[in-house]
């Protein structure tokens, strides 16, 4: 059963760098290509914590910016894709246990 929490639910977008075959480049701490073994293949559910070093951004043109950086060492056919998540709290049956556990 799905409740309304109000503004805590909501929809957001987000741009990513992704490769014909569904990867998203990761960098390293100097903001240089990781080796294609280490990019990003998991769900795109899970990439709000990855956002330091997966080519990930909020706004289009500062995945452009890292895009046009990175280009010539991307395969051919790597494009900025556009997401949206929606995102709804659902009940939780196991809602203050927590509280109990002490």
Do not use: C
Not at 25 to 39: E, F, G, H, M, R
């Amino acid at each position: 059963m799905m409740k309304d929490f109000g503004d805590i639910d909501g929809q957001f977008g987000f741009f990513a760098v992704v490769t014909p075959d569904g990867k998203i480049p990761t960098v390293d701490d100097d903001s240089n290509l990781n080796d294609p073994a280490k990019w990003y293949t998991g769900p795109i559910g899970t990439l709000a914590h990855l956002s330091d070093y997966v080519l990930v951004f909020t706004d289009w043109d500062d995945a452009n910016v890292d895009y046009q950086k990175h280009r010539e060492e991307l395969p051919q056919g790597t494009k900025i894709r556009a997401f949206s998540v929606e995102v709804e709290e659902i009940e939780n049956a196991y809602e203050g246990v927590e509280i109990k556990a002490t």
